[in-house]
């Protein structure tokens, strides 16, 4: 089996439902487990919340694309935005892990939380767009 959806969303808090409904769809058809759903759904939802949050400076009207594509051994992702440059998987300041719960920032572990949930991740940035791709293999 192969499935693939694109999504062109807006850059607001409301319009991110469209990507979790996407996500079910194409995991009822191609049958994730759900610990890869669960995964997917979590690195879209920090990613993407990311890009609406601090993308942009402005009050103007913003879209990003959403793609998901699954086959038998894995599932990937891409978003793509119109942003200021920033690659999350480098520019992202490192979280504190170390300490104590208690003496730690609240925040800052969804970054982390893509890169330990993902068998890869890539940015690059190409005519004015911020570009991250990741994949998970479903076994």
């Not at 607001?12 to 669960?38: H, M, N, R, Y």
């Not at 990003?64 to 942003?83: A, F, K, N």
């Not at 208690?102 to 911020?130: E, H, M, P, Q, S």
């Amino acid at each position: 089996m192969t499935a693939s959806t694109t999504l062109v969303i807006k850059t607001a808090i409301e319009e991110l439902q469209k990507i979790e409904t996407a996500v079910d769809e194409i995991s009822g058809a191609e049958g994730w487990q759900p610990d890869i759903e669960f995964k997917i759904r979590l690195v879209l939802d920090e990613l993407c919340t990311n890009v609406v949050n601090y993308a942009h400076r402005d009050d103007l009207d913003h879209d990003m694309t959403v793609t998901i594509e699954s086959d038998d051994d894995e599932v990937r992702v891409e978003i793509v935005d119109d942003g200021d440059p920033f690659n999350p998987l480098e520019d992202a300041p490192e979280p504190d892990t170390e300490s104590a719960l208690i003496d730690r920032k609240i925040g800052g572990l969804g970054v982390y939380f893509v890169k330990t949930l993902v068998d890869d991740a890539r940015y690059w940035r190409v005519d004015d767009k911020n570009h991250v791709a990741l994949s998970k293999r479903r076994s």
